[in-house]
């Protein structure tokens, strides 16, 4: 129990450390600080800096080094900040201290609500949560959407189907981080996101227009009503959903739709986590009690609404196939992802 006291602190800590971008301040430095020089170089109160240096310090995050008659100065390893920090890229474990403080303020309350009335929780709860989901997503998408995961589809031929000119949809788009990255790196290709959300479209188009990205349209839209939109079937060359599936209130319907919008010899990347759907089989996951968590705190109660299936983020491989299975789609490969061990590829032929 002062274990999970200790670590339940110190994760609420590095959160703020994150946030405050001190973590990114004390990895620009070779050698140990004093308090305040680096609540200087980050523009932060000293008395504060001061507190959170000693959570860092206990916890063994920071090193203290105590010097005869001069001020204690603190230090961030750097192989620290290869994990901790913004430029960690995809290895950055960082921007996931965020989640859970986030998801207790902004669902808690809601969550034990539901344990009583089974009921659902919409997006309008988590207004916050988007925002760090883009964060995340840029985290994850900047450095290998388009340099290492695009090239691995297809033993290369999405990418020579992109450099040509496709027509291509990303389903679950949020504000837009991947689908924009995509439409920047292959202007022959056309690109379309969609989000059930109109706020994060919004945005979505707001960052393609400030980038002046001509080829990529957004659509408010319910993916699970794609099956009923006629003038979108046979439309596109290749779909892709980046852990969007398994928040859909209606993902089977989804997966038909996707089948529905793909041409005869469409090709369909659905990204989500590497998990089983059965519990034994995930006892030794390396964080199967964090994932767990984000289900329970969003992506199963946004899946109830409205009666929906309530998924969740643990739904697994074997349920994922199954369902893919459902929605006909006719070549289903479970593969590996390259340099993200927390993901899976499922990658299908109409």
């Not at 989901?133 to 992109?162: C, E, W, Y």
């Not at 209606?250 to 369909?268: A, C, E, S, Y």
């Not at 998990?275 to 109660?301: E, K, Q, R």
Request: aromatic share 8%.
């Amino acid at each position: 129990m002062i274990d999970i006291l200790n670590y339940g602190a110190i994760n609420l800590a590095m959160a703020i450390g994150y946030r405050t971008g001190l973590f990114d301040v004390m990895d620009e430095f070779d050698s140990p600080q004093t308090i305040d020089k680096i609540s200087q170089a980050a523009g932060l109160n000293s008395r504060y800096v001061t507190e959170w240096l000693g959570v860092m310090t206990t916890a063994e995050i920071t090193e203290l080094s105590l010097i005869e008659n001069a001020e204690n100065r603190y230090f961030l390893p750097k192989n620290w900040g290869d994990l901790l920090t913004r430029r960690a890229g995809n290895s950055n474990l960082g921007v996931y201290t965020q989640e859970i403080p986030l998801l207790t303020r902004c669902a808690m309350a809601a969550v034990i609500d539901g344990f009583n009335t089974g009921e659902g929780i919409s997006y309008d709860h988590y207004p916050k949560f988007q925002v760090f989901m883009s964060q995340l997503a840029n985290a994850k998408h900047r450095q290998v959407l388009v340099n290492t995961f695009l090239p691995s589809v297809d033993n290369g031929r999405i990418i020579q189907q992109l450099e040509s000119g496709i027509q291509v949809c990303d389903l679950g788009c949020a504000e837009g981080v991947a689908v924009i990255l995509m439409a920047e790196a292959f202007p022959k290709s056309h690109f379309v996101g969609i989000d059930i959300s109109p706020e994060v479209i919004d945005e979505a188009r707001r960052k393609a227009r400030q980038q002046k990205i001509e080829n990529l349209d957004f659509l408010v839209l319910d993916a699970a009503d794609l099956k009923s939109k006629r003038e979108m079937k046979g439309l596109f060359d290749y779909v892709t959903a980046f852990d969007a599936i398994h928040d859909q209130t209606r993902p089977l319907d989804v997966l038909r739709g996707v089948n529905h919008i793909l041409t005869p010899n469409g090709r369909f990347s659905m990204v989500d986590i590497a998990a089983h759907s059965n519990l034994a089989d995930n006892m030794t996951h390396p964080m199967g009690p964090f994932l767990y968590t984000v289900s329970l705190m969003h992506c199963m109660p946004v899946g109830l609404v409205g009666g929906g299936t309530g998924l969740g983020m643990m739904w697994g491989r074997e349920k994922a196939v199954e369902m893919l299975r459902d929605a006909q789609f006719q070549k289903v490969q479970v593969l590996e992802m390259p340099d993200d061990p927390f993901n899976l590829h499922f990658f299908c032929s109409k």
